[in-house]
């Protein structure tokens, strides 16, 4: 069984550019989310992917965005990176059983995100 | 502001100490998760606790859900240096989790 895999491990980027983050999901999990953790943080919900369709998302701005592909598989993009965005980006898979089954999250490593 | 807050932020204690970490929140969960994070690490799942005044327990570690759903506690016997490292609760609701801000733990030989 292939656990959550993320990539890159570390970026650093310009204020003002964009980012694009990977995730591969864990085998046999249909559902995908992000979060974004600020140093000695817990980690903030930024938005969930069920089926190739965002499923919930946290108090983040629309220049946040994300993908889901047939395989589960996600894509993050930041756009016009501010210096606050430097982070941990976690990325977590699980498998959607309904919402009266208690929700269990796998986490890959993270990307750390720096914007000079 | 944090729906989760937890307590203490930051823990040391020497190697062989018993310790408690709290998780609290006016809210209520269909289910708690803790979670340990590792530096440069993602969070990875400890135990999830449904059932309002469950108590589970994996070797050292027990967790306890308090009997309304909104409170939950990690108590560690005999703490080792193994043990250091961020302690997060997470609550679900539906298919959402809200994490709490963190314990991080230091455990010196």
């Known amino acids: 069984e292939t656990g959550v895999t993320q990539s890159p491990t570390h970026l650093i980027k310009t204020r003002g550019q964009q980012v694009t983050l990977r995730c591969s999901s864990q085998s046999g999990h249909n559902t995908v989310s992000w979060y974004q953790q600020a140093l000695g943080q817990g980690p903030q919900f930024i938005f969930q992917?069920?089926?190739?369709?965002?499923?919930g998302r946290g108090n983040f701005p629309p220049r946040f965005s994300g993908l889901q592909f047939p395989n589960y598989s996600s894509e993050l993009n930041v756009n016009a990176l501010e210096l606050d965005d430097s982070a941990l980006y976690l990325c977590?898979?699980?498998?959607?059983?309904?919402?009266?089954?208690?929700?269990?999250?796998?986490f890959g490593p993270g990307t750390r995100l720096t914007v000079t | 502001t944090q729906l989760l807050e937890q307590s203490p932020q930051f823990l040391s204690i020497q190697e062989g100490e018993n310790l408690t970490v709290y998780c609290n929140s006016s809210?209520?969960?269909?289910?708690l998760q803790w979670y340990r994070q590792e530096p440069g690490e993602g969070p990875v799942l400890l135990v999830t606790?449904?059932?309002?005044?469950e108590v589970k327990k994996l070797k050292r570690l027990t967790f306890q859900f308090g009997d309304a759903r909104k409170d939950s506690s990690l108590h560690i016997t005999a703490a080792q240096p193994g043990d250091t490292g961020l302690y997060l609760c997470?609550?679900?609701?539906?298919?959402?989790?809200?994490f709490g801000g963190g314990t991080r733990l230091m455990v010196k030989p």
């Open positions: 606790v449904v059932t309002g005044g």
């Open positions: 977590a898979s699980s498998l959607q059983r309904g919402l009266a089954a208690p929700y269990e999250q796998y």
């Open positions: 992917y069920y089926r190739e369709e965002e499923n």
């Open positions: 809210s209520v969960f269909s289910s």
């Open positions: 997470a609550g679900g609701k539906g298919n959402m989790l809200t």
